[in-house]
T-cell receptor
Framework: EAQVTQNPRYLITVTGKKLTVTCSQN?????MSWYRQDPGLGLRQIYY???????DKGDVPEGYKVSRKEKRNFPLILESPSPNQTSLYFC???????????FGNGTRLTVT | DAKTTQPPSMDCAEGRAANLPCNHS???????VYWYRQIHSQGPQYIIH???NNETNEMASLIITEDRKSSTLILPHATLRDTAVYYC??????????????FGQGTILTVHP
């Protein structure tokens, strides 16, 4: 089944403890991106990747890192999480950067 | 990408058509209109997109005005499962603009029995 898989679905962590949220797609999509969703602020793009080894900042990249070493995976790294990064995170992919997006089921992160 | 404006909320009776408007008055000639929806806290789901012609698929119809400054997403026979937040986005296709994408606040559509 074609899908975008995020792990974990839920994560509670403490301030400063490095974490990685994984995102994998099995559709050979070139484009992948990360979003965070907060009440009243809608979906905001964190980072995106046009293809392997090509990444760029979205609207809210501060405090996050990404990598795209292979086409199927696009992990989101929080080197030193802070409480203001508590949010619902979505990964998405598409055939090309201007094609319809396929979203994962989300990761709900709580940083205490 | 052009900015979009949508009403914050709308209601619709089950079985009736739901017409969701979107204003994109600054849209340029090579920008497409995309619609997504998000049910509860699930990942957003692609619905439809178009450039200037009206489009229809199994989920919905998209009507774009002749001047392209606004569009309407039509769900012909709304069901309770269509209750969701609907996002209208405009994106450039081609050219030198790349993968940045901005979602607005969307319209909360509530379908009631």
């Amino acid at each position: 089944e074609a899908q975008v898989t995020q792990n974990p679905r839920y994560l509670i962590t403490v301030t400063g403890k490095k974490l990685t949220v994984t995102c994998s797609q099995n559709m050979n999509h070139e484009y992948m991106s990360w979003y965070r969703q907060d009440p009243g602020l809608g979906l905001r793009q964190i980072y995106y990747s046009m293809n392997v080894e090509v990444t760029d900042k979205g609207d809210v990249p501060e405090g996050y890192k990404v990598s795209r070493k292979e086409k199927r995976n696009f992990p989101l790294i929080l080197e030193s999480p802070s409480p203001n990064q508590t949010s619902l995170y979505f990964c998405a992919s598409s055939v090309h950067w201007d094609s319809p997006l396929h979203f994962g089921n989300g990761t709900r992160l709580t940083v205490t | 990408d052009a900015k979009t404006t949508q009403p914050p909320s709308m209601d619709c009776a089950e079985g009736r058509a739901a017409n969701l408007p979107c204003n994109h008055s600054t849209i340029s000639g090579n920008e497409y209109v995309y619609w997504y929806r998000q049910i509860h806290s699930q990942g957003p789901q692609y619905i439809i997109h178009g450039l200037k012609n009206n489009e229809t698929n199994e989920m919905a119809s998209l009507i774009i005005t002749e001047d392209r400054k606004s569009s309407t997403l039509i769900l012909p026979h709304a069901t309770l499962r269509d209750t969701a937040v609907y996002y209208c986005i405009v994106r450039v296709r081609g050219g030198t603009s790349y993968g940045k994408l901005t979602f607005g606040q969307g319209t909360i559509l509530t379908v009631h029995p």
